[in-house]
C-alpha cells in the first residue's frame, strides 16, 4: 500500500511540475492542481498509514491499547485542501483576466514587466 | 490577562479588517479607520514590546492545549521587533496609501486587504508551530495576490501571474518539507521538533528537509536563484503595495529562515556553508542586476535581492555577532525599504515618470524634498553615521573570526555596488537636466494636489526618514536590542524551555 502511495505521490508531483514548465497559462493551472494534490497524499502517507484503527478509546480502558490511525495529518490535509482550493479558484480567475488583457495564452509572451521603461 | 496580551496586536488587526468591510463603498471613512487603526496598533505593540523587554518571552497555549499538543504563539524579542517593525511600516504605508490610491483601487477593498495582510505579518511572526506558520502564510500570500492584482493593469496581471506562480510553488514546497519533517518526529510544535530532530538518527534525511525548507523560505526571500519572481512583478503594482512588499514580505522569508535554522536545523556545517554560498551569490547577482536596471522602482527591486544577502550571509555565519548584524540589518532593512519604494511613488506622481533616463532636475525644483529624500537613499547605502553602516561592521567582523573571506569580499562588493547604484540614481534624478518627458492629461501631478494630500504623500516618507536616523545615530541602543535577540537565538534552549516551562505551570 505504502509503494503504490509513494507512487502515486512521485507521478502526481512529477507532472504537476511538468506541467507549470509548460508555456500555457492553462496547463500552469493544472500544475499547481497536481501538485497540491501530491503534497496533500505526501502527508497522508508520512502520517503512517494504519488500517481500521479508528483513535477512538474504548469504553472501559482509559489509554490506547494498539497503535490507532494518527487524526493529525487529515486535520493538516483538510486545512492544506481548503487553502489550496482557495488558490487555485483565485489562479483560475487571474489567468482568466491575464488571457483577455494580454491577449495570449502564451507564457513566453507575457514579458511586458521585463520591458525596459 | 498578560497571557492573552501577545495575541493583541493580532487580533487589532483582525478587528480592524472587519470594520472596514463593513465600510466598503465609503472611502473616506476607511481612510481614517485605516490611519487610527494603524496608531492605536503602534501604540499597542510599543507596549507589549516593553512588556516582553522587561519580563522576558512570553508564551501563549492556544485554547490552553498543553505544549507539544495545541498550537502555541511565541513572543520572543525577535517575533516582537519585527511586529513592532511592522507596526511602524504599516502606519506609514497607511498614511501613504490614504492619499496616494486612486479611490477606483480603494472601492474594491484595499485597505480591508492591506490590514489582513497586516494580520498575516503579526500571526507568521508569533506563530510557534510549523504548521500555523504555514497557514500565516497563505494568508500573506493570498493577500498579497488580491493587492498585486488591484487595478487589472496589464502589467500587473502579467507581474502577478509570475509572482503568484513561484509563491504557490514555494507554498507547496513549503508543505512538503512540514510533510516529511511530521513524518521524521510526529510533531509541528517548533520547541518540540528542536529537541526531537535532534535526536534523529537519519542525518542525511534531516539535511534533505532542511533543504527543502530552505528552497521554500528562499523562494520568498528571493535568494539566488529562486529571486526572478521579484524583479518581474514588485514594480507592476501601485507605490503603496510596492511599499509594503518591499519592506516586510521578503523579510517574512528571511525571518522563517533565521527561525527554522537557528532553532530546528542547528549546528550542521553543510546547511551553513551553503547558507553562506548563498548569500554570496545573492549578494552579487543582485548588485549587479540593479546596476543595469533604468527605472527606478526596478532597481529598488534588484538592491532588495541584493541586501538579502546581508542577512543570509549573517545567518550562515552563524556566530552572535554575526547573528546580531542579521537582526541590525533586518531592522534598518524593513524601514529603509519600505521608504524608498514611497520615495519612488512621489517621484512618480511629481514627474509622470520612473525612468531614470527621462527623470531629471529633482533638486532645482524641490530641494527640500530632495534633502529628504537623501536621509533614505543614503542610510541604504550606509555612509556613516546612517543607519545601514553599522550592521556591516558586525558583519564585517563575524566573517573575520570566522575566516570566510570571500564573505567579506561580497559585503565589501555588495555595499560599493549599492553606492555606485545610489550615486548613478542620484545623479541622473536630482542633478542631471531633466529629459523630454511628454505633460500627461488626466493625470494626478503632485502639483495639483490639495494640501492635504501633499501632507499625506510626504508625512510617511518624514516618519520613516525620522526612524532610519534613529537608527543611524542611536545604534547604540538598536544594537543592544540586536545582541539581546542574537543572545536568545543562539542558545535554542531558552525558547524551548519557554514554550514547555509555561505549559507545565500556567500563571
Not at chain 2, 378 to 406: D, M, Q, R
Request: glycine residues 8%; aromatic residues 14%; charged residues 10%.
Amino acid at each position: 500500500m505504502e509503494i503504490l502511495f509513494a507512487i502515486i505521490i512521485g507521478v502526481l508531483y512529477a507532472a504537476g511540475i511538468y506541467m507549470i514548465l509548460r508555456r500555457s497559462l492553462v496547463k500552469l493551472i493544472i500544475g499547481i492542481i497536481l501538485l497540491g494534490n501530491g503534497a496533500n497524499l505526501l502527508i497522508f502517507l508520512l502520517g503512517r498509514i494504519t488500517e481500521g484503527a479508528p483513535p477512538i478509546i474504548p469504553e472501559e480502558s482509559k489509554v490506547f491499547l494498539e497503535a490507532y490511525a494518527d487524526p493529525v495529518p487529515q486535520a493538516l490535509i483538510l486545512t492544506a485542501i481548503v487553502i489550496s482550493f482557495g488558490l487555485q479558484s483565485f489562479a483560475i480567475i487571474l489567468v482568466k483576466r491575464a488571457h483577455k488583457v494580454v491577449k495570449t495564452d502564451d507564457l513566453d509572451e507575457m514579458n511586458a514587466t521585463d520591458e525596459d521603461s | 490577562m498578560t497571557q492573552q496580551l501577545i495575541l493583541y496586536p493580532l487580533l487589532l488587526q483582525l478587528l480592524l479588517s472587519i470594520l472596514l468591510m463593513f465600510f466598503w463603498y465609503r472611502i473616506n471613512a476607511q481612510r481614517i479607520i485605516s490611519i487610527l487603526g494603524s496608531i492605536l496598533h503602534l501604540g499597542l505593540t510599543i507596549y507589549v514590546f516593553s512588556f516582553i523587554w522587561n519580563n522576558g518571552i512570553q508564551t501563549l497555549q492556544a485554547g490552553s492545549w498543553e505544549a507539544p499538543f495545541g498550537i502555541t504563539f511565541v513572543a520572543d524579542s525577535l517575533s516582537i521587533t519585527l511586529v513592532l517593525l511592522t507596526a511602524i511600516a504599516g502606519l506609514a504605508v497607511s498614511i501613504f496609501s490614504a492619499s496616494s490610491m486612486i479611490p477606483d483601487r480603494l472601492k474594491f477593498g484595499y485597505f480591508p486587504i492591506f490590514h489582513f495582510l497586516l494580520l498575516g505579518l503579526n500571526g507568521a511572526f508569533l506563530t510557534g508551530d510549523i504548521f500555523n506558520l504555514y497557514v500565516w502564510f497563505e494568508i500573506i500570500i493570498i493577500s498579497s495576490f488580491v493587492l498585486i492584482t488591484l487595478g487589472g493593469e496589464k502589467a500587473q496581471l502579467e507581474g502577478a501571474v509570475k509572482y503568484f506562480t513561484l509563491n504557490f510553488l514555494a507554498s507547496m514546497i513549503f508543505l512538503t518539507a512540514i510533510a516529511v519533517l511530521y513524518g521524521l518526529t510526529g510533531s509541528l510544535n517548533m520547541a518540540d521538533l528542536a529537541i526531537k530532530v535532534a535526536e534523529v538518527e537519519n542525518r542525511a534525511l534531516v539535511q534533505i528537509t532542511a533543504v527543502l525548507f530552505l528552497i521554500g523560505f528562499g523562494i520568498k526571500a528571493a535568494v539566488f536563484p529562486l529571486y526572478f519572481w521579484l524583479p518581474a512583478s514588485y514594480h507592476t503594482p501601485p507605490s503603496a503595495v510596492s511599499a509594503i512588499f518591499g519592506g516586510l514580505l521578503t523579510k517574512v522569508g528571511v525571518y522563517a529562515l533565521i527561525r527554522v535554522f537557528s532553532l530546528i536545523f542547528v549546528g550542521d556545517a553543510f546547511l551553513d556553508e551553503m547558507l553562506i554560498v548563498i548569500a554570496i551569490l545573492t549578494l552579487f547577482s543582485g548588485g549587479v542586476g540593479a546596476l543595469i536596471q533604468n527605472n527606478i522602482k526596478k532597481v529598488f527591486s534588484y538592491l532588495i535581492i541584493c541586501h538579502i544577502g546581508y542577512m543570509i550571509l549573517g545567518l550562515g555565519m552563524f556566530t552572535e555577532v554575526a547573528i546580531a548584524g542579521t537582526i541590525f540589518y533586518l531592522i534598518h532593512d524593513i524601514i529603509v525599504k519600505t521608504n524608498l519604494f514611497m520615495v519612488s511613488g512621489l517621484i512618480y506622481r511629481i514627474k509622470g515618470s520612473s525612468s531614470m533616463r527621462a527623470l531629471g532636475g529633482f533638486y532645482s525644483d524641490y530641494p527640500k524634498l530632495s534633502l529628504l529624500i537623501f536621509i533614505p537613499l543614503f542610510s541604504l547605502v550606509g555612509i556613516p553615521p546612517l543607519s545601514g553602516f553599522w550592521p556591516k561592521i558586525s558583519l564585517i567582523t563575524a566573517s573575520f573570526n570566522t575566516e570566510s573571506y570571500w564573505g567579506l569580499a561580497a559585503i565589501i562588493f555588495a555595499s560599493f555596488i549599492t553606492l555606485v547604484v545610489i550615486a548613478k540614481l542620484w545623479a541622473e534624478v536630482f542633478w542631471k537636466n531633466p529629459g523630454e518627458i511628454r505633460e500627461r492629461f488626466k493625470f494626478d501631478y503632485f502639483h495639483k494636489m490639495g494640501k492635504y494630500r501633499k501632507l499625506g504623500f510626504v508625512a510617511p516618507i518624514v516618519f520613516l526618514s525620522f526612524v532610519s536616523l534613529y537608527i543611524g545615530f542611536g545604534a547604540e541602543n538598536i544594537q543592544i536590542l540586536s545582541s539581546r535577540v542574537a543572545q536568545e537565538l543562539m542558545d535554542n534552549q531558552l525558547y524551548i524551555d519557554a514554550v514547555f516551562n509555561n505549559a507545565q505551570n500556567p500563571e
